[in-house]
């Protein structure tokens, strides 16, 4: 289609773009995709075993450090000096999974001797450390 330029006096092409047929061509190219994606799964059928088995989970060891009313320290309910537990401590750094440490202290202790516990377990590098408490509510 050409026009007649007001300026020049001479014709000039029309510079627009007809959308149409583009729209029309996105469109069969849509449908086309649609049509070919299931096409593209190629699946086999098979019947797989069912299994019952567990994952083989493996579990942290777990280490039961108890302070009683006395501040007597015990290791796995084994009495066990004070000066001996950083040295345990830092045994266990290395050991894969890491230990879980288990703290149970008796209510009656100054809180200082659960946090020399606490320190010597932070200073070995452990990272698990969980506190054992009583669930009954006393009144």
Known sequence: MMRASVRHGREQANAEINMVPLIDIMLVLVIVLLVTAPLLTH??????????????EVRPDTIALSVDATGALYWN?????????????????DTSPAPEIHLRADGAIPYRKVVRVMSAVSAAGLTRLGFVTDPTERR
């Open 43 to 56: 699946a086999v059928k098979v019947d797989l075993p069912q299994a019952t088995s567990l994952p083989n």
């Open 77 to 93: 309910r084994e009495k066990l000096a004070w000066k001996a537990l950083p040295p345990r401590l830092a045994a266990l750094r």
